[in-house]
């Protein structure tokens, strides 16, 4: 017989109210109590204004930086390790010590640190000419001080002939113990060396003696011998969303170096590698694409709310990451993200698996497909190395991948294409003086499709006609992605050799190649000679705000405290920048010389000069009309001015709820009524299922009867013109 008493016994009762769980729970209830009554006062205002407020998050955050939330913390990541099977010992990129990215050849390198799990910290270190200079550093971010302190000896012996670094001074990105609970440990063990822990000015850092706010440069350390600020610069940049005085850590060279960077990135849990952060306090809005769908032109946008903040999050580091925008000269692979977790495999993973509306794979281009595979197949590659070889780190990665493999970029690029269709709209339509055409044929309009042009017939097999589809054995085990764009090259090869093609010839078809791989296989265009649907108005409304308006702070208290624009309750009054606008579709690869990236520019000036006009007459200021263009406008003049939809003007605070709030603009004044052009629902879906790479395995080789779907087609009752298709046959 077992003893009723034993541990043993309690352990296993199924009852919930056994003795020993009551004792647990008594005991949580009064630390609960203990904490309350410390900072009871604070806790009481907070809790009773937190309806005022969008956040919803009081109570965490109250609790959060708290010992018994650094507890609970560790206890989670405790169990996510466990449940892993992993060890504090045995992180994911055990070789980090090894690696060091150079910054400035021979003076400034930067080192990873990897701490539990899967976090990342980085040290920034600065090399003394003088061989008895001291080595200073900087930290980013330090969770678990043991493993920094330890990694900083071995990377001194591996890389500077065990010279001792000094650290100088902590940066954090956020108060998350993942990112801080190390800030004082590191303070003991550095106590003669480290002056500045640093942090965002709204955010409880532990031990933070140095805040900072939105656009600051930072102290860098320096001695006589030893001058980093010589050579780099920092700057904080604030990104609300994962908590709300997050911030982001901008590094630029200050000198001409040959290491072929522009900028690193430190974006602590904003950005990741192929994947953004949670929004932990961010406004709480849960499905907001979906009802994004339901919107229409009049709604008003809530650009703080979760997912969107991030986004603002997104573009506001493609507006910062350089100071000054030299178009052609800086490009995309020159930006290095360095983010705070190593996430990249798992989120790459759930790309595959969680078919979310940024990850909608009919809508992306071989490219994208290509480069998030490739990417997973690495990552997962190097997380797998075997065990006496150690793991490699995946996460630095250019901001040229991360355009493709990370989902809260591709939004952004997908709402910058939507803005620039709507922007060649209204040039067309409406605007008061045309932009010159530089090349025939606007940005993604009638674009043919380019793989089109140079695929050679293939006389031998049965060809197909539009109505009758003759396939055969090779087209159906035809494998599309390894060979689709393998044949066209294998093409110009043989052509080259038969020396049927000139070399300026074959260069080009090659480029042609390299377009057809960015190209959409579905493509979507508004039906011609109508305008953007409500719904559309409402989308390009959102594009327009998110890539061009500067993050907003979560509290009027935070705006001021991180120096940050105020949240904007009336959308309207949302500030577009069309400097920002610009740097960050230009980061977006949007506005490139092949799309005519000089020509959309143009028309964006013309825009921006003509909504300066009119705000100017809004405003009675005749003198400035037409005299000066402002680099922000506000986006209640581009609704009116691009879409002709009037701005509602602000309900009062005290109005009748039922009083529909009236229109600001008459809208016979717009150019809309005279042009004669009708709102339409939804656009055109480009496919063309004789041409289209992927289903030529279904539809057979090709098409004699081409002319058949060129010319007049009737679509939705609305007629337009196929734009003709070039096809060479060299046979
Ligand atoms: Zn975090
Ligand atoms: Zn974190
Ligand atoms: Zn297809």
């Not at 990694?151 to 010279?163: D, G, P």
């Not at 294409?417 to 040039?427: M, P, R």
Request: with cysteine; hydrophobic share 40%; charged share 20%.
């Amino acid at each position: 017989m077992t003893n009723p008493f034993s541990l043993r016994e309690w352990r296993h009762n199924p009852c919930l109210m056994s003795p020993l769980t009551l004792t647990g729970f008594i005991l949580l209830c009064l630390l609960w109590l203990f904490t309350m009554i410390l900072k009871f006062p604070t806790f009481l205002l907070g809790l009773f204004l937190q309806p005022l407020t969008n956040r919803m998050g009081f109570i965490v955050e109250f609790l959060y930086p708290l010992s018994i939330g650094r507890w609970v913390h560790f206890y989670i990541m405790r169990l996510a390790m466990r449940a892993r099977r992993l060890d504090k010992s045995h992180g994911y990129h055990s070789r980090a010590i090894e690696q060091r990215l150079a910054v400035v050849e021979q003076r400034i390198y930067v080192h990873a640190l990897p701490q539990f799990m899967d976090n990342l910290g980085y040290l920034i270190v600065s090399v003394p000419t003088a061989a008895s200079g001291n080595i200073l550093a900087v930290v980013i971010d330090c969770g678990d001080a043991e493993a920094v302190t330890r990694q900083i000896y071995f990377i001194s012996e591996r890389h500077y002939r065990k010279r001792r670094i000094q650290v100088v001074s902590i940066l954090s990105t956020h108060k998350h113990h993942d990112h801080t609970a190390g800030n004082r440990a590191l303070q003991n063990q550095f106590k003669d060396t480290l002056k500045h822990i640093m942090g965002g000015a709204v955010e409880k850092v532990p031990c933070c003696n140095y805040t900072l706010v939105n656009g600051q440069i930072i102290p860098l350390p320096a001695d006589d011998s030893n001058d980093m600020n010589a050579f780099i610069e920092i700057e904080a940049v604030a990104t609300p969303g994962h908590t709300r005085g997050s911030l982001a850590y901008v590094l630029r060279p200050k000198v001409p170096t040959s290491s072929s960077m522009s900028a690193l990135l430190f974006t602590g849990d904003t950005v990741f590698s192929g994947g953004s952060g949670v929004p932990f306090e961010a406004d709480i809005d849960t499905n907001q694409e979906t009802k994004a769908n339901k919107m229409t032109a009049d709604s008003l946008l809530r650009t703080s709310a979760a997912g969107y903040a991030m986004e603002r999050c997104f573009a506001e580091l493609l507006h910062r990451c350089v100071s000054h925008l030299q178009m052609p000269r800086e490009t995309a692979d020159r930006i290095i993200v360095l983010p705070g977790h190593e996430y990249t495999t798992d989120l790459l993973a759930r790309q595959w698996s969680q078919p979310n509306d940024a990850c909608r794979w009919k809508l992306f281009s071989p490219a994208v497909f290509f480069e998030v595979a490739s990417h997973f197949y690495v990552g997962n590659h190097r997380r797998n190395l075997p065990s006496n070889n150690g793991n490699l780190l995946i996460a630095p990665s250019p901001l040229s991948r991360e355009v493709l493999i990370n989902p809260g970029l591709r939004s952004l690029l997908r709402r910058g294409v939507l803005v620039l269709n709507h922007l060649n709209q209204w040039h067309n339509h409406f605007a008061v003086r045309k932009v010159p055409e530089a090349v025939t044929g606007a940005f993604g309009v009638n674009a043919s499709p380019s793989h089109l042009r140079h695929r050679r017939s293939r006389a031998s097999n049965p060809q197909s006609t539009e109505k009758q589809w003759n396939i055969n054995g090779n087209d159906l085990s035809r494998p599309v992605f390894t060979t689709v764009y393998a044949t066209d090259l294998e093409a110009l090869m043989h052509d080259l050799e038969k020396n049927r093609v000139t070399g300026p010839v074959a260069a080009a078809r090659l480029e042609q190649m390299v377009l057809a791989l960015q190209q959409p296989n579905v493509g979507r265009r508004p039906i011609p000679s109508s305008l953007p649907s409500s719904n559309a108005v409402y989308k390009g409304l959102l594009g327009f705000a998110l890539l061009g308006s500067a993050p907003n702070a979560l509290s009027l208290s935070d705006s001021v405290a991180m120096k940050l624009p105020a949240p904007v309750k009336h959308s309207d009054a949302l500030l577009v920048s069309k400097s920002r606008l610009i740097a960050v579709l230009y980061w977006l690869g949007l506005l490139n010389e092949e799309n005519e990236g000089q020509r959309t520019i143009r028309i964006l000036e013309q825009l921006w000069w003509e909504c300066s006009k009119y705000e100017s007459l809004l405003k009675y200021d005749l003198e400035e009309a037409g005299t000066q263009v402002r680099d922000t406008i506000q986006l209640g003049t581009l609704k009116w001015l691009v879409y002709g939809v009037p701005t509602l003007r602000p309900a009062g605070l005290f109005c009748m709820p039922c009083k529909r709030p009236e229109p600001m603009q008459d809208v016979r004044d717009h150019p809309i009524v005279q042009c004669g052009l009708k709102r339409e629902q939804g656009e055109l879906v480009r496919h063309d299922m004789y041409s289209c790479p992927l289903c030529i395995g279904a539809t057979g080789q090709l098409i004699q009867n081409f002319e058949q779907i060129n010319g007049s087609m009737r679509i939705n009752s609305v007629s337009f013109e196929v734009a003709p298709l070039e096809v060479s046959r060299e046979d």
